[in-house]
């Protein structure tokens, strides 16, 4: 029989025209290779066409939002003060071993910086630089460069020094320079974690008073706990019933739900001003029915922030629950009913099961939100309720000390991403969703 | 089927035993009470904004759209409005445009390291505002896009976009790619395709992320504290400096008034969905 002719066919393949021999037995290894190669191209060109539309956003948020954070987190390490404005302190203080007061080199390098960095209006940063190591040091420095003789150079910088103030004689001070002639610094890291490097390089931890830092990433952990934890209470009945209380309670439930989800944030936070106040609604309320006599504080404490933070978050608390519930078929419960289990068994052992990515997903949410807080803890809390956002934008904004809120940064954000990383692998999340 | 033509009285279903009947109930009363809870603050401030005393207590002494005719003030109120809404269009163009674009090429599937790359577009989501805002507030300094408009509307757009793109995926995971394929084997381009098929087809999705977009950006404060400047100054802002300095019933007139916006949106939203479904042939 002899072979037969070759039927050609002009197909297309995601929208490009292509020709394929469909029948050739002779030729049909050759034929399939074009038709590998074929798909091939197309594959190649597809992909080409998906990094096309995501590099736009790509770039965007490259250059928008994770090139600022890096250069953020950088600060935390970043020491310029004393190295940029102290320059030939910096190296005439490399020599110096630690022991007695520096000789006159050291003395000089200062007092030539000082006096040019006086002039410039620049001594504000290594002094406030070098304040953080050792408390009153700044005012030190300002007063003393504000009696430096100008001009013509002294015959002794170290007499003079000396003269103006004799601290300038205590190694302690002369160390803390050395410490801070770096260009990185471990030191606001370090401080995040109540911790400090001594002059030899070991850590020791921070003295008592400074030793804030911890207290501060429990209570916000704590707070966050707490939150997730009284939502989860109050969602989880609430998806249950949006899911499994019939047609008409659910589209009820929905706006209780969504309504708040879209309203302002701020709008949320007045609300709950106006009725926790001395006078508000929930005092009058007790009051009325004799709970209390007298109006209690339920604002600017710690009850304020977990009645407004569970308020804001609770949405979405439900949401991914009310996803994950709408999904259990109603027969499992039937099947496990009518196999004799009790409503109370049925639903332990066979609806919350199927129910936990949900509740795991909602609380990850809720939890990193929380973490996260600022608005909310500074309008409806006490200084004593602050969470670690409110510290960052503080040492950003008040104190102008952007290696600390930058540490804090860091740290906050490394254990964000810890924890997202882990749970969200450990619940095998898909993609979030909006419901 | 239930006889249509008998009322139903809510309750427990027949022949539940006491125990349940008792936690049937009580689980509908702490529901209610947890919808109490959510609605409760957002309605009990709308009838001081009309008050005219100016104290934020009951009983009201009588009245008044004193507080709205401040409102509409162009001072500070009107101003701030007008800002919001700036700000909030700009973000809300730019970020539906790159989500939707960043969206279509996800969905397109086989690309190298895809769920990285999606996890990286909806990071602004996860991080919390406040690094956000204090890294974008040192790099803007930089650049000298502080106490802008173009830098808030940068800033805006960052933290909006995962929400575009989240929603335009939802609706493409339930895009029947057989309609493309009919498109291009009739013969159309990439282009007609596009036009003519997907962008209907995603449309009520394209329009859902840009409202949550403008959400964002219109109930944004931390990143405005930082980025912004007193000509920037957002109606977010403005509620933000007067619910801690003196907390008067105008605040409470314009969160009446976006109580009214955020019912807008939460409706157009679920009609935008109930559209999206159908032209998908999902039923929900």
């Known amino acids: ?435 | 089927m239930r006889n249509p033509g008998t009322m139903r009285i809510p309750g427990p279903p027949p022949h539940t035993p006491p125990v349940y009947r008792l936690w049937w109930y009580a689980m509908r009363l702490f529901v209610a009470l947890v919808c109490i809870f959510l609605l409760a603050p957002i309605l009990a401030i709308v009838p001081i904004s009309f008050s005219s005393g100016s104290f934020l207590t009951y009983p009201l002494p009588g009245f008044s759209l004193q507080w709205y005719a401040e409102v509409f003030e162009p001072r500070p109120w009107m101003f701030a409005l007008k800002n919001s809404l700036i700000v909030g269009s700009g973000a809300t163009v730019l970020a539906t445009t790159l989500g939707t674009l960043a969206a279509l090429g996800l969905a397109k599937g086989n690309l190298p390291g895809r769920s990285a790359v999606n996890a990286f577009l909806i990071s602004p989501m996860i991080v919390p505002l406040v690094i956000t805002a204090v890294g974008v507030y040192f790099f803007f300094a930089r650049i000298g896009l502080n106490a802008s408009y173009p830098g808030l509307i940068l800033g805006h757009t960052a933290l909006a976009v995962p929400f575009v793109v989240i929603t335009v995926t939802a609706t493409l995971e339930g895009f029947d790619t057989n309609l493309i394929r009919a498109g291009q084997s009739l013969g159309a381009g990439p282009l007609r395709v596009f036009r003519r098929i997907t962008l209907p087809l995603i449309a009520p999705g394209v329009a859902s992320g840009a409202i949550f977009a403008f959400a964002i950006s219109f109930d944004e404060v931390v990143v405005t504290v930082f980025l912004a400047g007193p000509a920037q100054r957002t109606l977010p802002r403005q509620m933000f400096d007067g619910i801690r300095e003196n907390i008067s019933p105008a605040i409470l007139a314009v969160a009446t008034l976006l109580v009214l916006v955020a019912l807008a949106l939460m409706v157009t939203i679920g009609l935008l969905k109930r559209r999206s479904d159908r032209l998908r042939g999902l039923h929900g």
Not at chain 1, 61 to 78: E, Q, T, Y
Not at chain 1, 270 to 296: H, K, M, R, Y
Not at chain 1, 367 to 384: C, D, N
């Open chain 1, 1 to 435: 029989m002899p072979p037969l002719p070759a039927l050609r066919l002009r197909v297309y393949v995601m929208g490009r025209a292509m020709t394929v021999a469909v029948v050739q037995p002779g030729g049909l290894a050759e034929e399939s290779r074009a038709l590998k190669r074929a798909l091939k191209r197309v594959e190649r060109r597809r992909r080409l066409r998906a990094i096309g539309l995501i590099g736009p956003l790509f770039l965007f948020l490259a250059v928008v939002f994770a090139l600022p954070i890096v250069l953020m987190l950088h600060r935390a390490v970043d020491n310029p003060e004393v190295v940029t404005h102290l320059p030939r302190t910096t190296e005439a203080i490399q020599g110096w071993e630690g022991d007695g007061t520096p000789g006159e080199p050291a003395f000089a390098a200062l007092g030539q910086d000082l006096n040019e960095a006086f002039y410039a209006r620049r001594l504000a940063e290594p002094a406030r630089r070098l304040n953080y190591e050792i408390t009153g040091f700044r005012s030190m420095i300002m007063a003393t460069s504000r009696k430096l003789p100008r001009g013509e150079a002294p015959e002794s910088w170290k007499r003079t020094f000396l003269d103006i103030d004799p601290a300038w004689s205590e190694p302690r001070y002369w160390q803390a320079i050395k410490d801070t002639a770096q260009p990185y610094t471990l030191h606001y890291l370090l401080a995040a974690l109540d911790l400090r490097m001594t002059s030899d390089g070991g850590v020791v931890a921070a003295p008592k008073e400074q030793a804030i830092y911890r207290g501060l990433f429990g209570r916000t952990l704590w707070m966050a706990f707490v939150i997730t934890a009284a939502s989860l209470l109050m969602g989880y009945p609430l998806a249950y019933l949006m899911v499994n209380g019939g047609k008409a309670t659910r589209g009820v439930l929905l706006i209780f739900v969504l309504l708040p989800f879209w309203t302002s944030l701020l709008v949320r936070t007045s609300a709950w001003v106006v009725l926790l106040q001395q006078e508000g609604l929930v005092n009058q309320a007790l009051q009325w029915i004799g709970a209390i006599d007298d109006p209690v504080q339920l604002i600017y404490n710690r009850f304020g922030v977990y009645v407004g933070m569970v308020h804001i978050l609770l949405p979405f608390m439900v949401m991914p629950i009310y996803a994950v519930m709408r999904g259990v078929p109603a027969s499992h419960v039937q099947a496990a009913a009518s196999l004799g289990a009790t409503p109370f068994t049925a639903f332990r052992r066979v609806y919350l099961p199927q129910t936990v990515s949900g509740v795991g997903a909602g609380c990850l949410l809720v939890f990193i939100l929380s973490v996260g807080f600022y608005i909310t803890p500074a309008l409806l809390g006490s200084p004593r309720d602050q969470m670690v956002s409110y510290f960052i934008a503080y040492y950003t904004n008040q104190t102008l000390n952007w290696g600390m809120a930058s540490a804090l940064g860091v740290i906050l954000l490394a254990a964000i991403l810890l924890l997202y990383a882990v749970f969200s692998r450990m619940l095998g999340l898909g993609r979030p969703r909006l419901a």
